[in-house]
């Protein structure tokens, strides 16, 4: 293929970030056993708080710990215990200085591509955050840029493509989230490739839409070399 411009996906897509969540959160749907909620009644408590704090407090640990600290409260009520707060904030700090986990066969992947194409980190999030995990990811030089932004929606993917003056029809966005990568990267007209992850966050599924682009759907980012 010709040079193309590789929009790439960080979080679940270059190495596992929402597995260290959901084991946060089976921990802490755990801990209300004693209270009488199941687990899947302090997700479902939990899901909605998260889709009420997200488009205010944006995504990354922060909010996370928010969300948590609310359904505690929500649930527990007057019987809300100090050891719980103290749990929530010792398990976020955890998440936050926990080292990503690049995914199988990523690296050799990138030095491939980067080779052929124009590769840029396209990741939402907190911007500190988000680049302290880039940082200890090592992967960093394979991208020509990265952008962090608090959205990954039709408009923000215009903004890449006008900062970059990236040509739609050579670009491709790469990653595991229906709801930020495939679908709003097909409705600004660019392509997409889609690599399920089988921990994909709650928050980002979405119906697979179709738009001007092309989509491929890949088993792993590995086999991105069989097509670029
Ligand atoms: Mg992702």
Redesign the pocket.
């Known amino acids: 293929m010709d040079c193309q411009t590789l929009l790439v ?5 270059l190495w596992e ?1 929402n597995v260290f969540f959901e084991q946060a959160i089976a921990e802490f749907a755990a801990r209300f056993e004693p209270l009488g909620y199941s687990p899947a009644d302090v997700r479902r408590v939990l899901y909605e708080t998260e889709r009420r704090n997200v488009p205010r407090h944006g995504y990354g640990v922060g909010c996370f710990r928010r969300s948590l600290e609310e359904t505690y409260r929500h649930l527990a009520g007057e019987r809300a215990h100090s050891d719980e707060w103290a749990w929530i904030r010792h398990r976020a700090r955890e998440l936050e200085t926990t080292p990503p986990r690049v995914l199988d066969g990523v690296p050799e992947t990138l030095a491939f591509l980067a080779r052929r194409h124009r590769l840029i980190l396209f ?1 939402k999030g907190e911007p500190v955050e988000q680049a302290a995990k880039i940082g200890r990811s090592g992967l960093s030089g394979y991208f020509e840029a990265v952008e962090i932004l608090p959205e990954k929606d039709t408009a923000t993917y215009e903004q890449v493509v006008s900062w970059h003056k990236i040509v739609k029809r050579n670009a491709w966005m790469v ?3 229906p709801r ?2 495939v679908n709003p990267a097909l409705e600004a007209g660019l392509n997409a490739v889609f690599i399920p ?1 089988s921990m ?1 966050w709650e928050l ?1 599924h979405a119906e697979l839409r179709s738009g001007a682009g092309r989509m491929l759907q890949l088993a792993s980012f590995r086999d991105l070399r069989r097509h670029f």
């Open positions: 996906d960080a979080d679940d897509t970030n990741t990653g595991n989230s930020s990568d992850h994909t980002e």
